[in-house]
């Protein structure tokens, strides 16, 4: 850097190990010989203590649903000159530097976290999907500019009247300038990670602030580069803009070729070899020093290359799953407390005076933030209250600042009160962010129940929209068996809206595909059996069954907000969800169950703007459609629940060659009185009963005294039928079902379903248990 501040690429700039003399420790001499002298053992014991002490800090704020990078941010704190750092054997033994004194071992570990932070953003970039920019519509460019270019100016407008004012010196005015332009600036891994931490990744929201994050953090970076050119010799700014477009030319045309290249030659379900991902990441480290060679910042050769890696399977998640674990889990919480433990908070004491200021203009510069981010969605009609929390998200800073203010520090462009500020203001920042926008939005009241959507208000020559959900390539055949049950006609068609919902590994961004407008999936063939399925079956059923396809690229535990979000859209009356265990075809033993779907179909029936059903298939589904007469039996008791799940088999039994039976389970009618629920239940009935609802419909009234009883009974039907149906009726305590509630494993099921859904009942029936519209 020749001993000057160089700001290119602002937004991703770090500390450079200071050099630290060795003398003067001031420590036990067996202690010095034995430990200061050694990088590892050193490197070791600030691990622990750092891991110890942010797991504590994480344990007191878990209550408050703080990110664990806000532990990370207070055990710094902790550890640095103000509070532990006082102490003699903190000061000079585990933390030499923090007293501005340090060992040649000490540098080792600044190596090591320097090591980690690059890795860290390199990890960053290969999980960005560049993609995305050409998805990014008028909203979040809107959003993205303004956020950035509102900031500047108003910054530029404070601190020219601040100069004026105050007359401050030329170094004071620079340093104050280096933190306006870095409180205007949006960093998209920041924002990435708070969302992640705050599960609105693939939220309406969250894709907003991520488009627009990416939007901003591009053309900050562009800025900033373009700034400081300028300000270079005129040969030596040709020089490294040269050096520097020769490495992207290589990057793009040539190492993002090669790396495609292993895609295609790596066989499907297969991982990538060793030696390939070896072979990046040692071109990740040499990017690293050609980026320095080329008068860059050390950390623009791996953000490039992370770039140029194809997301997401075989080759971006392969890296993703081999190195996050030691370099995000590990190394970057080091890095992240240490540049931390350099704040001297005593520094804003001394210096009062001063401090008020300069809070001032980073405060003026974050309010202007907010106003330019919240401007364009406001004006867009969107809701204050997301709008806010929007803008907010847009504000928030993290290790990436950190990095920046490390880096200007080290190299003297901070002075000592101005980067403890600046650490503080980090701090505040993402304190607050996740309290406020918990407080401003709530992903699930967008689902409530506002309007009515279910079957039972379906009129019978009505569409019925559906919602069914692929997890695997089992689950294509059962949900089309199932689909085939409800009797799609020209006279009573279906709306089929399938969704493949693929876990998000080795991507930042989650990435919701519709098939109708985007007929290829680039680099992903994991969709094309559901496609070529759905549409074969669309193709069959002529006039009878409408299909839209989707994919779902997102977190295992945020899945159920993509299907939350198309049953909304495309106003659905029921959600089909399989079940999360999967039985042999051969002899009907649990083969294997998915904890993962299983907690997304929890989180769906507990959100879900429409009814909703499980569907448990044990191998048989799949034939509904050669057998000559398919038998569906469907055990009543009463609820909403069990009104659904009747109206819904009515309508199925509407086809030909299936037969319905529906087994009324009563209680026993000596010394009841009459209840109004019970005059509603006999009129639900009523056509079921006198055989008005089609030829091929059975009634039976079957009275039970209790739970056991009722257990007994369908026990002993179950293999009548090759379908079942029962409501959920979750919650609902009755005489017929009394004493099992306190053997049920399975709650989402309810008491019936997780009866006929048990491994020890042997049988071919496959299950369907529906809920009805949740009234939220």
């Known amino acids: 850097m020749n001993g000057s501040v160089n700001i290119t690429n602002n937004s991703y700039c770090v500390a450079l190990p200071?050099?630290?003399?060795?003398?003067?420790?001031?420590?036990?001499?067996?202690?010095?010989?034995?430990?200061?002298?050694?990088g590892l053992p050193q490197l070791e014991l600030q691990m622990i203590t750092i891991f110890v002490l942010t797991h504590v800090c994480h344990f007191i704020l878990k209550p408050f649903r703080l990110p664990v990078f806000v532990s990370q941010l207070l055990s710094g704190f902790i550890l640095g000159p103000?509070?532990?750092?006082?102490?003699?054997?903190?000061?000079?033994?585990?933390?030499?530097?923090?007293?501005?004194?340090?060992?040649?071992?000490?540098?080792?570990?600044?190596?090591?976290?320097?090591?980690?932070?690059t890795l860290f953003l390199f990890l960053i970039a290969v999980k960005m999907d560049m993609g995305m920019l050409q998805r990014v519509g008028r909203k979040s460019w809107a959003i993205g500019v303004t956020s950035l270019i509102a900031p500047i100016l108003v910054a530029t407008a404070t601190l020219t009247a601040y100069s004026r004012m105050h007359k401050p010196a030329k170094k004071d005015f620079e340093e104050l300038s280096f933190i306006s332009i870095e409180q205007s600036l949006t960093s998209f891994?920041?924002?990435?990670?708070?969302?992640?931490?705050?599960k609105l990744s693939n939220t309406e929201l969250g894709r907003?602030?991520?488009?627009?994050?990416?939007?901003?953090?591009?053309?900050?970076?562009?800025?900033v580069f373009s700034t400081s050119t300028t300000r270079m010799a005129p040969s030596r700014a040709f020089r490294d803009i040269l050096l520097t477009i020769i490495f992207l030319l290589m990057t793009v045309f040539v190492l993002r070729a090669a790396m495609k290249w292993i895609v295609r030659h790596t066989p499907e379900g297969r991982p990538v070899k060793e030696i390939y991902l070896q072979g990046i990441l040692f071109l990740a480290i040499s990017s690293a020093l050609y980026s320095n060679f080329a008068g860059q910042t050390i950390l623009l050769g791996p953000l490039l290359l992370g770039l140029a890696v194809p997301d997401g399977p075989?080759?971006?998640?392969?890296?993703?799953?081999?190195?996050?674990?030691?370099?995000?889990?590990?190394l970057l919480p080091v890095y992240v407390t240490s540049t931390v433990a350099n704040t001297d908070l005593d520094v804003l004491v001394l210096e009062i005076k001063r401090i008020p200021i300069e809070a001032a203009v980073i405060f003026i510069v974050f309010v202007a933030k907010m106003v330019g981010s919240i401007l364009p969605p406001l004006i867009c009609k969107m809701p204050f209250n997301d709008s806010l929390a929007l803008a907010a998200i847009l504000s928030c800073k993290g290790v990436v600042e950190l990095g920046t203010y490390r880096f200007l520090h080290g190299q003297e462009g901070l002075a000592d009160r101005i980067y403890s500020l600046a650490i503080v203001s980090v701090f505040i920042s993402a304190t607050l962010t996740p309290i406020l926008v918990r407080w401003l939005f709530d992903s699930s009241r967008k689902y409530g129940g506002y309007q009515t959507r279910d079957v039972m208000h379906l009129k019978p020559d009505m569409e019925l929209p559906v919602v069914t959900c692929i997890h695997t390539p089992d689950n294509i055949s059962s949900v089309i068996g199932m689909l085939g049950c409800l009797s799609p006609a020209a006279e009573s068609p279906i709306a089929v809206n399938a969704i493949h919902l693929v876990k998000l590994v080795g991507q930042a961004t989650p990435v919701l595909i519709s098939h109708q407008q985007q007929k290829r999936i680039e680099s992903k063939s994991y969709s094309e059996d559901m496609i070529l399925a759905f549409t074969n079956y669309a193709r069959n059923n002529m006039g009878a069954v409408h299909v839209n396809l989707f994919t779902a690229i997102s977190p295992a535990k945020l899945?159920?907000?993509?299907?939350?979000?198309?049953?909304?859209?495309?106003?659905?009356?029921?959600?089909?969800?399989?079940?999360h265990c999967k039985w042999s075809c051969v002899d009907g033993e649990l083969e294997s169950e998915d904890s993962a779907v299983r907690a997304m179909n929890m989180a769906v029936l507990q959100r879900a703007p429409c009814s909703a059903a499980i569907l448990v298939d044990r191998g048989n589904l799949g034939q509904a459609a050669t057998k000559p007469h398919f038998q569906v039996g469907m055990f009543y008791i009463g609820g909403d629940d069990d009104r659904e799940a009747l109206a819904l088999a009515k309508r199925m039994a509407r086809g030909p060659g299936l037969v319905l039976?529906?087994?009324?389970?009563?209680?026993?009618?000596?010394?009841?009185?009459?209840?109004?629920?019970?005059?509603?239940?006999?009129?639900?009935?009523?056509?079921?009963?006198?055989?008005?609802?089609?030829?091929?419909?059975?009634?039976?009234?079957?009275?039970v005294r209790d739970g056991p009883q009722s257990a007994l009974l369908i026990r002993s039907m179950v293999d009548e039928f090759d379908l079942i149906m029962v409501g959920r009726r979750y919650g609902m305590e009755c005489t017929q079902t009394s004493g099992l509630g306190d053997w049920n494993e399975v709650d989402e099921l309810g008491v019936l379903g997780d009866l006929l859904a048990s491994a020890d009942l042997h049988t071919d029936a496959s299950l369907l248990v529906v809920q009805r519209q949740q009234r939220h």
Do not use: W
């Open 208 to 223: 907003l602030a991520l488009s627009s994050s990416l939007v901003s953090n591009i053309l900050g970076i562009l800025l």
């Open 18 to 38: 200071p050099k630290i003399s060795s003398k003067g420790i001031g420590v036990p001499g067996y202690l010095k010989g034995h430990v200061l002298q050694y």
């Open 82 to 117: 103000s509070i532990l750092g006082r102490h003699d054997l903190v000061r000079k033994f585990l933390f030499p530097k923090f007293n501005e004194m340090g060992s040649h071992a000490q540098e080792i570990s600044d190596a090591m976290e320097m090591f980690g932070y």
């Open 189 to 198: 891994p920041v924002i990435s990670c708070l969302l992640s931490d705050l």
């Open 559 to 579: 899945m159920h907000e993509d299907v939350c979000y198309i049953a909304l859209d495309k106003l659905t009356s029921l959600i089909i969800l399989p079940f």
């Open 314 to 330: 075989p080759l971006g998640s392969a890296l993703v799953n081999r190195l996050e674990s030691f370099f995000t889990g590990i």
């Open 661 to 703: 039976t529906v087994v009324h389970l009563c209680e026993e009618e000596g010394g009841r009185s009459i209840r109004l629920d019970e005059v509603m239940e006999d009129e639900v009935l009523r056509d079921v009963r006198e055989n008005a609802a089609g030829p091929n419909v059975m009634y039976k009234r079957e009275v």
